[in-house]
Structure formats: structure tokens, C-alpha cells
């Protein structure tokens, strides 16, 4: 049975890829409204057409409000989780009741430590990606996004933190802890290399916002210089053009791993779709933009997109 987040992750995945298909395929059909909607950032729609939607459009900087609030809840909530596991702390039945609402899960799905491990893994990654949006990446004042990109990315982030700690024991069904399944089997084999793989591809993923970054800054003061585009060059950008969003794939695939749960499945599929989409988007506008643009790229998976 699918509850209410498995239902929104669904119908996004499906609905990115379709509009994205028909997009990269028979974009002359595809109404105006439809493609500015959808596009954003440096392959935004240039016509001019569907311009009341500017009155929905707001900075792609405002990417940095998911960060902040993916942080600060996935922070929070870690935090009590570990008052709950380690500090024999009783989780509140408000929460225990929403939780059932969104999820409407009776038996936990995962072992403590799969859960707290994904946790930790998750807000690493939140608290990253903050950093990384306030302090290092240069957003175009031009650049802008439609609202419900906005809207889908809040979203996004808190059904992540609810899919995580919402199927875990004792925030989900049964609160007697004498029950409580605080680790498997398939957690310890898997959990040292899907850290280190997730710590590896989050070194790699912060590398490749290194050098978009670089692209925009003096080299040696780090001042922006220019909000311009320009061919990124170096590590994962030699193989495909959206290394950042490879790698986000493979980050979720890692979580996935760790919580095989329904919901978190329909939430790697809305991943997988929006970032691959996303990707071809973005490959095909540089390779119209840029006259050099390296031939021997892919899109995103080397090799095969």
C-alpha cells in the first residue's frame, strides 16, 4: 500500500521524466509554459513567450533555503535520535503519530543502526551541501528558477529525514525496547564500505563545486570575476558533464542500500530521474554553447548516457 509520500515521489519521477522526453524530443510541440516551467538556470527557456511566469520565478540562489532547512532538521533530528537509542529517552507521541499519518507504517522497517547510520550519512551530506551554497558556489544574479522547483526541493529534504528515522523502531510501531532490532546482519556487512564509499563520492561531489566555483573567482584572491559559463575541466568533468549529479546518484544509491525501505525507493527514484534528466539538459545546452565543448563526454554515466 502506498502512503502519501511514496504517491508525491511517484508522481514527480514520472512526471520529470515524461516532461523531460517530450522536451528533449518534440520541444517544438511542447507548449511554451511547459518548457519555461521546467528549465532553469544557465538552459533556461530564452523566448519570449509564457512571461507571466516570471511573476512565480525567483533566484536559483534560493537553492541555499534547502540546505539550511535540510541541515538544521536532519541535524535535529539525529540528535534525538540519539537521545532515543543511546539515552533511553521515549520517543513523544506527537511524533510518533505523525509519522504514522505520512508513512502509515505499523512494524519498523530497518535496525537502529541501519537508520542511524543513514542519519548521519544524510545530515553529512545536508550540512555539506550548506557550506558549499553559502560559502563557496557563485550563483548568477540573472539565474533564475520557478517556484515549484523551490517548493519540490523542501519537500524533497524533509520526506528524506521522515523516510530515514519514520521506519526506524521505536518511532515507528511497537515501543517496547526489549524488542527492538538494534542491528542485522545485512547492516554490518554493508555499513564500512557504504560509508566509505558515500564519504568518498561526497569528497568528490565538493571537488566538482570546487571547480564550478573556480570558474567565476580569481584564481588568487577568489574574488568573483565574472558570473559567466564556461567549460569546467578536471577529475570527473573529463568523463561526463554533470559529475555532481552522478555523483548525487550514487550517494542515494549508498542510502538506499542501507534503508531498502518502499518509501525511500520512491524517493531514489524521483532522484534518478530528476538527475538524469537534469543532466542530458544540461549536456546538450553546452555542447550548443561551446564550439570546443569535448566530444568524449557523457552526460552523466560515463560510457552509457
Known sequence: MLNILDLIFLSLAFMVTFTGFLINNFEKHVPVFVIKSYRYGSFAYQ??????LQMIEIPKAFYRHFYFFSSVFSTATLAYMVLVYYLNFNVNSYIVFVLRILLEQDESAVSASAAIITMSLLTLQCVRRCYETYCLQVFAKSSKMNLSHYLVGMVHYFACVIAAVGQAPLFCGNQ???????????????AVPC??????VCYEQYQTNVIFANLRRDKKTGEVVTEEHRIP???LFELVSSPHRLCEIILYTVLIILIPTKTFFCIYLWVLSNQIQTAIQAHEWYKKSFKGYPTNRFAIIPALL
Open 233 to 235: 575541466h578536471g577529475r
Open 47 to 52: 523566448g519570449s513567450g509564457a512571461n507571466y
Open 195 to 200: 560509508i566509505l564509499i558515500f564519504l568518498y
Open 176 to 190: 517496547n525496547r526489549d524488542e527492538v532490532v538494534w542491528t542485522d546482519k545485512r547492516t554490518s556487512i554493508l
